[in-house]
C-alpha cells in the first residue's frame, strides 16, 4: 500500500471501533484512498495469496498450455462432415466425439406448426453455431510463426520477391535487365489461338 493510503485511511477494524459504518467518511480524498487501498489490497491478495491456489486448481482441471492448443486445434481443423452420420441424419450431441463437440457453441431448437387444425405436425429445425475457425487457424498460424500481425504474410511475401528482383538487378546489372511493358489483349490484337502459344 502507498504511505498516502496508510496514512489517510482507517483500517475497518478503526471504523468499528469509533462507531461508525464502513465508509461513512464525505471527505472526497480519504473516499477516493480508500477506494484506491481497496484496488491495492486486492491485488495484493491475488498475487501473493490466490496466485499459489489458483495454478494449483487449474492444474488440477487440466487447464494448461497444452489443453489450450488442443482446443485451438480442435477448432481450427474441424469438419463439418463429423456432425451428421451416413445417412446425412444430424448425430446427437451426447453421442459426438470429444473433437466435434469441442467445436459447438450452440444448438438453438426451434419447433413450428406445419399446417393447420388437426392436421397441424411440428417441424424441428435445429441450428449449430461453430467456433471460428479462422480465428482459430490464425492464432495457431501465429504460435507457430507461420504469418505475424495482419498482413504480414502477403507483405512479406511481396517484399522477399522484390529484394529478390532488385538483387537481381544489382548482379546483372541495369541494362542488361529489361522492363517488359504490359501488353493489354483487346479488339484487334492477336490471341492466344492465333499465335498458338499461351498469353501467360
Do not use: C
Not at 488442443?70 to 451416413?86: I, P, S
Not at 473433437?99 to 431448437?109: F, G, L, P, Q
Not at 538487378?169 to 504490359?182: A, K, N, T, Y
Request: glycine share 8%.
Amino acid at each position: 500500500m502507498t504511505s498516502y493510503v496508510r496514512r489517510n485511511v482507517e483500517t475497518p477494524t478503526e471504523t468499528r471501533r469509533r462507531g461508525r459504518p464502513l465508509g461513512s467518511t464525505t471527505d472526497p480524498a480519504k473516499l477516493e484512498a480508500q477506494r484506491i487501498a481497496r484496488i491495492e489490497a486486492t491485488a495484493y491478495r491475488a498475487a501473493t495469496i490466490d496466485a499459489p491456489r489458483a495454478r494449483i486448481a487449474l492444474d488440477a482441471a487440466g487447464v494448461n498450455a497444452k489443453r489450450v492448443m488442443l482446443e485451438l486445434a480442435r477448432v481450427a481443423f474441424a469438419d463439418v462432415r463429423q456432425l451428421y452420420d451416413e445417412h446425412g441424419n444430424m448425430i446427437p450431441p451426447h453421442l459426438m466425439d470429444d473433437d466435434t463437440a469441442a467445436t459447438i457453441t450452440a444448438i438453438d431448437v426451434e419447433v413450428s406448426m406445419r399446417g393447420s387444425g388437426e392436421n397441424a405436425e411440428p417441424v424441428i429445425t435445429k441450428k449449430i453455431r461453430r467456433a471460428d475457425k479462422m480465428g482459430a487457424l490464425t492464432l495457431l498460424a501465429k504460435h507457430f510463426k507461420i504469418v505475424g500481425d495482419e498482413g504480414d504474410g502477403v507483405n512479406a511475401l511481396a517484399s522477399a520477391l522484390a529484394d529478390r528482383l532488385d538483387n537481381a538487378r544489382r548482379r546483372l546489372g541495369e541494362s542488361q535487365v529489361e522492363d517488359v511493358p504490359f501488353r493489354e489483349v483487346g479488339e484487334g490484337s492477336p490471341t492466344a489461338t492465333d499465335e498458338g502459344e499461351d498469353l501467360w
